[in-house]
């Protein structure tokens, strides 16, 4: 029981969104998604979700292909978009059992999952708003409330961290994992990286629609790269990238400089960081993060 993605490719006029992506997500596990803005993260959860169609390649949900069986492929995926969609003067419970009439779940049967799933969700006592008067964090939550109608054995989460309190952030991470603990295999892509290497077994890092690499949690904290030095810096400009290229992948956030894969002698940076004000210079562990821009540092300098 998983999602295989099998080559799947997508293209948009000209723009290649996605090239020959393949990946698994097995029953029981989290699996990252990581990737920068535009990198595809979003086209491969919709196509998986069959709200969008390949060009080539298909998925498999359970042995049912999502381009051929597409209703009975989707019936055991639960999707909880970055923003959902929704008829914005409906009230939630109405249009709760609206939905819960496509998988053929009685009016009856749907108040009484309604009840069960806004509560586990957060959303008791809120279920006649209009979903106008929803916060963005409590539409997610009406998403995830109807993701579960079929009660599905694989989830998609995309981006659904995003703007977020802490408090929403923590519900869907521990949701993940109660998941998971239930034998459900659960895809999650997120921009906030610690929370994915906190809960992930497995991350996969796609870049310019193209699957770079895939690790396993232990293999990245186990990472035995080289290391990545960190630099605050009291006047940081443009030129400073080109002053560090020479001792590995640099990357600027702020006043601080990070500078993966790093080659050569502390003292001799430290030197020509003299003139930008050098308030803190170090080495530090390689975290999700790190190794993410190193990937594609590295894919970038090859292209």
């Known amino acids: 029981m998983t999602i295989k993605v099998i080559n799947i490719s997508k293209k948009y006029g000209k723009i290649t969104a996605l090239q ?8 029981g596990e989290i699996v990252g998604y990581v990737g920068l803005n535009g990198a595809g993260k979003t086209t491969t959860i919709e196509i998986i979700s ?4 390949p060009d080539q390649g298909d998925v498999e949900i359970d ?44 009016t009856e049967d749907a108040r009484k999952k309604a009840q ?6 957060g959303l008791e006592g809120r279920e006649k708003d209009k979903l106008k008067n929803y916060s963005q964090g409590m539409k997610k939550r009406f998403a995830l409330a109807v993701s579960m109608l079929s009660d599905p054995k694989n989830f998609l989460f995309d981006e659904v961290l995003n703007g977020l309190d802490p408090q929403g952030i923590a519900f869907f991470r521990d949701l993940a994992i109660r998941f998971k603990k239930e034998g459900k295999g659960v895809l999650f892509s997120s921009h906030i990286l610690t929370e994915i290497e906190n809960i992930a077994d497995r991350v996969i890092f796609i870049h310019k629609g193209r ?9 990245i904290r186990n990472y035995a790269g080289s290391s990545t030095v960190r630099v605050v810096l009291q006047k940081p400009n443009e030129t400073v990238i080109k002053v560090v290229e020479k001792y590995g992948i640099p990357r600027m956030e702020g006043n601080t400089l990070y500078i993966s894969d790093f080659k050569g002698d502390m003292q001799n940076l430290f030197s020509d ?11 530090v562990s390689n975290n999700l993060e790190e190794i993410f821009f190193k990937i594609i540092g590295l894919y970038n300098q090859g292209t």
């Open 50 to 53: 069959g709200v969008r169609s």
């Open 211 to 219: 699957i770079m690499k895939e690790m396993r949690i232990d293999e």
């Open 63 to 106: 042995g049912h292909s999502i381009v051929k069986e597409k209703r009975v492929a989707s019936k055991n995926l639960g999707w909880v978009p970055e923003l959902p969609i929704f008829e914005q003067d409906a009230k939630a419970l109405d249009y709760f059992i609206y939905l819960a009439g496509f998988y053929g779940i009685s």
């Open 20 to 27: 020959d992506v393949s990946f698994e997500v097995r029953d």
């Open 273 to 283: 960081l003299a003139p930008y004000g050098v308030n803190e210079i170090g080495k």
């Open 116 to 121: 069960e799933l806004f509560s586990m969700v």
